[in-house]
């Protein structure tokens, strides 16, 4: 009878052991880039419909924030939520009500920039993913990837995106690309190479935001 | 790059180059010929005779190993088989106790009834009517010569008073007829308890004719397994792989029920033990902490058949004294209710979290909420109640099969094992025979690429013996 006591207890100590481990290391965390200058402000119905796929997607304990591309994009200022859900899922499911809501408040009252650094964008991006401690990092840039940056703002230095997966969504074609593809395909090009060049784990393109969504996380 | 011709003497005839290269070959293959012969010989030998060897080894193994398994199988049966027994007799002498302790009231019983029955069939007895007195007073009146009208007015009256008295004689046979039947239907029911006390005397004694018969078995089978007649373990070996497969299905289904009861409790238990923790790159401490409920229920339904007595798994717990046992039973039946009340609780918060995800996906996909059914709804979320309440009790069941496999399977690897070891044996026996021939095969194998240089020595050993054979007759015509 003790000795089965023992057993017991031993097996429950483990299990509480096993419970107490780290955690982060099999969690995701997701950083969305929605690029607000000119045209492109009109997609942001596109960029809420992937927002809810990923908070459809996501699960207790990983981390989603969604951050505006504006002129100067490297400030704390332009994300526009953020939150890393609890463990429990009926905790999840209201903080994701609440992430919904908080998207669509900033949907209502948009306003197009002037400039586009994107570049910022992703160093704050990476920042705030190494800081979650994820085991699965991903930034998301809903953007035509092309960046506009303006008077005195420096970008041209190389960046550091460690273990990050970076997905390119509805990179759409600008007039100058329908006329010469060759400055489209020069442009993801650049880009691709820019960011594996500074560490990123993957770089992804997608476009069919119908069919081919579940390209944009890495699933467990 | 290397040149495909560079093993060749003189690269520009392949031909001659290719001949030379056979001879030499030839001549070297003939040079080594003995001890190549040797080697051969040699391999092959050692592989017949470690072939024979361990074939050997293995077939005094397997012969130990199945008086071993006979000496546990026997032994395993003989308790069970005496377990029988006792149980058999304990049945016997339940209904000596019981019902043969109301024999002496039955008895008793019966004997008052036959002594009832002996006085009414007494009382009953046909009285014959007493004979006519007056047959000699009319014997006396005949034999009168004269008198006139006087004798037969005599006879007139005596007619008269003969028929008042036959009259009156008869009505009294009626009425005593009367009361006898009367009598005899009052012993309607006497007989009837009588057959009824008789017919369950008859079925007590059938019920311990057949406890007989059945001991009567039991004994034939163990005076069977005392004396390790070849028949029985034969049976009980048969019995035993039985045994294994009925238990083997009963195992499957109770996984089955253990994998429903699985999938009620792991979403919930996420909520418990939180859905992002992980014990290992794959494995959920939420699924873990399930299957550890499952676990648990598992092992207190075992306790709890163990001090019930109806699985023997664990000998401390047989022998503990009854209070203990008791105390035991209790504690397992408390454990096993309070983990099928956390169960079903379990089921319903995973019926609610189910709901609310649903909800935010359908908030998500901005799609109409779903139409509510009413009570109707409420069935799903009832039945995964119910079942995580009976899935604990149902799954506590399965001790019974698993001692059965426990038991069983000793007996079924131990076969399996001899039988393995009975068959590697032979295989390794027979390569042991297929080598010492081969030997021989190998030998003449080698033989032919020099078959040439053979001949030509065969043909100087000939040559040779002629000549001393001409020498040794020479050498005797001049002696």
Known sequence: MKRSLLVWIMLLGTFLLGACGDSRMHSQAVYMLVDTSGTYAQEMGKAAKIINYLLATLNPGDSLAVAKVETRSFTEKDIVAKVTFDRRPSQATQQKRAFKARIEEFSKDIHGSSYTDITGGLIQGAEYLNETKAGIKTIVIFSDMQEELGKGTVRDFPIKLDGIRIVALNVTKLGTDNADPRIYLDRLSHWKARVLKAGATDWVVVNDLDNNMESILNTR | ?479
């Open chain 2, 1 to 479: 790059m290397i040149d495909r011709n560079s093993w060749l003497f003189w690269p520009d005839n392949v031909a001659l180059s290719i001949l030379t290269l056979g001879i030499l070959a030839m001549l070297f293959l003939y040079a080594a010929r003995k001890p190549m012969h040797g080697v051969i010989h040699s391999v092959c030998n050692l592989v017949t005779q470690s072939t024979r060897f361990i074939s050997r080894w293995l077939f005094l193994s397997a012969d130990s190993l199945r008086l071993r398994n006979q000496a546990v199988l026997l032994a395993h049966s003989q308790e069970s088989v005496a377990s029988m027994i006792d149980r058999e007799f304990e049945r016997v002498g339940n209904i000596i106790r019981k019902d043969m302790q109301e024999f002496p009231a039955l008895q008793r019983k019966l004997l008052e009834e036959a002594t009832r029955i002996e006085e009414d069939y007494r009382r009953c007895g046909e009285v014959p009517p007493p004979p006519p007195e007056w047959v000699d007073a009319l014997e006396s009146i005949s034999q009168l010569k004269s008198g006139g009208d006087m004798p037969r007015k005599l006879l007139e009256d005596i007619n008269k008073s003969i028929q008042k008295i036959h009259d009156k004689t008869v009505s009294e046979y009626r009425r005593s007829y009367e009361e006898r039947h009367k009598i005899l239907k009052g012993m309607q029911p006497v007989w009837r308890s009588v057959d009824r006390l008789m017919g369950e005397m008859d079925k007590k004694m059938l019920t311990l004719h057949s406890n007989a018969k059945q001991i009567d078995n039991d004994m034939t089978k163990f005076a069977g397994m005392r004396a390790k007649d070849s028949k029985t373990e034969h049976a009980l070996t048969v019995s035993a792989f039985v045994q294994l497969a009925i238990s083997s299905l009963v195992m499957v289904i109770a996984l089955g029920g253990a994998f429903i009861n699985y999938k009620l409790i792991a979403l919930p238990m996420s909520e418990m033990v939180g859905a992002s923790d992980y014990i290992t790159n794959s494995l959920r401490t939420s699924d873990v902490a399930a299957l550890v409920i499952i676990l648990m229920e598992a092992s207190m339904g075992l306790f709890l058949l163990e001090s019930l007595r109806i699985t023997q798994l664990f000998p401390k717990i047989a022998s503990m004294d009854d209070r203990m046992r008791r105390r035991l039973m209790l504690a397992s039946l408390i454990f096993l209710v309070i983990l099928a009340a956390i169960e079903s609780s379990l089921a319903l918060m995973r019926d609610m979290l189910v709901a609310d995800k649903a909800s935010l996906m359908r908030d998500l996909s901005s799609s109409a909420p779903a139409a509510t059914e009413g009570w109707m709804s409420n069935i799903p979320m009832a039945g995964q109640m119910i079942m995580g309440f009976v899935l604990p009790f149902a799954l506590a069941f399965v001790a019974i099969p698993l001692e059965s496999v426990v038991h069983s399977l000793r007996t079924v690897v131990g076969v399996l094992l001899v039988q393995i070891m009975r068959g590697l044996g032979f295989v390794l026996r027979f390569t042991g025979v297929v080598f010492r021939r081969f030997a021989r095969v190998l030998e003449l194998a080698y033989d032919i690429p020099i078959v040439i240089p053979l001949m030509v020595e065969r043909w100087v050993v000939v040559l040779r013996d002629n000549s001393a054979v001409k020498g040794q007759v020479k050498s005797g015509s001049a002696a």
